[in-house]
């Protein structure tokens, strides 16, 4: 997968019916008259990019500001009931965390950007309820990687963790690419046979629950191992609860969220 072999395979032996949906469109947002550039990358459940998401000195300010504070990476993480937590097991990758009110304002301008597209609450608030977490950075250099994994937390963290009994779990996962990997670094969806391959200024999104609140385990992914160059990321995880407006129950468990793109 990580070579991109395979997902190239089985995306030209899908059937026409599953390709048709592949489509390119302008996404509508919030604002009237602005229109993003989105390709869906698989349709159900839902993985989608959107080109040209962020302008160069956007993504430049994140890989800049983020050398400064970078600290190695502590995520620990439950697959299907296995848990990986040692630092450096998991991911071999820094990361950096910036809140909205930074003070410079390219961090509150691209949550906001993420709001208009999705019509999901983006902002971190101190108390009460936030629409999502601060922006998190994460470079990977050489062989840096991230073991398969879903993104939401497990139940244990509510007892401890403030934000998961006000906010609720990570249930939209948007990831933006700050720079092109020169070789490897690619996002891969297994069970999707779906692989990314990071394109400056692209973002990617999905959804880690479905519309009944339950996790999607189909959207474990990882992050291949860079093989020359280096990776940036800045992840924007959207939390569950401020959302039931947007994102109400479907009349299925699984229903789908094809409406919200049409
Ligand atoms: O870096 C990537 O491609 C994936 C990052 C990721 O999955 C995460 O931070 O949870
Ligand atoms: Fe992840």
């Avoid at 497990?154 to 998961?164: H, I, P, T, V």
């Amino acid at each position: 997968m990580c070579s991109g072999l395979s997902a190239n395979l089985i995306k030209c032996n899908k059937s026409t019916s599953v390709r048709s949906k592949l489509t390119c469109h302008y996404r509508r947002t919030l604002i009237p008259y602005k229109r993003w550039k989105e390709e869906v990358l698989n349709f159900d459940p839902w993985v989608a990019q959107l080109h040209d998401f962020m302008r160069d000195e956007e993504s430049d300010f994140f890989m800049q500001e983020s050398k400064k504070t970078l600290v190695p990476s502590v995520a620990g993480r439950v697959v299907d009931g296995v848990k990986y937590g040692t630092t450096g097991y998991v991911r071999v990758g820094k990361v950096a965390w910036f809140l909205d009110n930074h003070t410079d304002p390219t961090v509150g301008l691209i949550s906001r950007r993420i709001e208009e597209l999705t019509t999901f609450d983006t902002k971190w608030r101190e108390t009460g309820p936030s629409g999502a977490e601060p922006f998190q950075t994460v470079g990977y250099g050489i062989g840096g990687n991230l073991m398969p994994h879903m993104d939401h937390h497990n139940a244990s963290k509510f007892e401890r963790d403030g934000m998961m009994k006000n906010s609720g779990n990570r249930m939209v996962t948007m990831l933006l690419y700050l720079n092109d990997v020169e070789k490897g670094g690619a996002t891969v969806w297994p069970k999707l046979n779906v692989s990314f391959f990071p394109v400056k200024n692209a973002a990617v999104y999905w959804f880690n629950y479905k519309r009944s609140g339950e996790v999607d385990r189909r959207l474990v992914h990882a992050a291949c191992p860079v093989i020359l160059g280096h990776k940036w990321v800045a992840t924007k995880w959207i939390r569950e609860k401020n959302q039931f407006k947007s994102r109400p129950c479907g009349l299925h468990p699984n229903s789908t969220d094809t409406y919200l793109y049409i």
